[in-house]
């Protein structure tokens, strides 16, 4: 499933903004972050491609992350995401897999 850009709402998703909490297309993240020196300093991360710099996950702190949930506008690492998607209340959220940007 493809994550829509949360600025254009046309375009899908190819990464998120940490700072801003938003996904964002191509075209919308230079747009966006090339505002002013602040917002071009925003940590991003493509929804799909390989690295091994990952942040941390917002839960724990502590052990990288690897998945972002749209509706809770969140990073999770396998550990923290698993006891929390998988209550009925929270088994409708998207969630994709990330690497960093």
């Known amino acids: 499933m493809k994550i829509q850009c949360d600025v254009c709402e046309k375009a899908p998703a190819t990464l998120i903004c940490c700072a801003d909490e938003g996904a964002l297309c191509a075209k919308c993240d230079v747009e966006v972050h090339a505002a002013n020196k602040l917002a071009s300093k925003h940590q991003r991360l493509l929804l799909q491609s390989l690295s091994t710099k990952l942040p941390r996950g917002d ?8 998945i972002f949930c749209v509706e809770d506008k969140a990073l999770f ?25």
């Open 59 to 66: 839960i724990c702190q502590g052990k990288p992350a690897s």
């Open 77 to 101: 690492c396998q550990d923290c995401d698993e006891p929390i998607h998988s209550t009925l209340s929270s088994t409708m959220h998207i969630t994709c897999a990330i690497d960093g940007y």
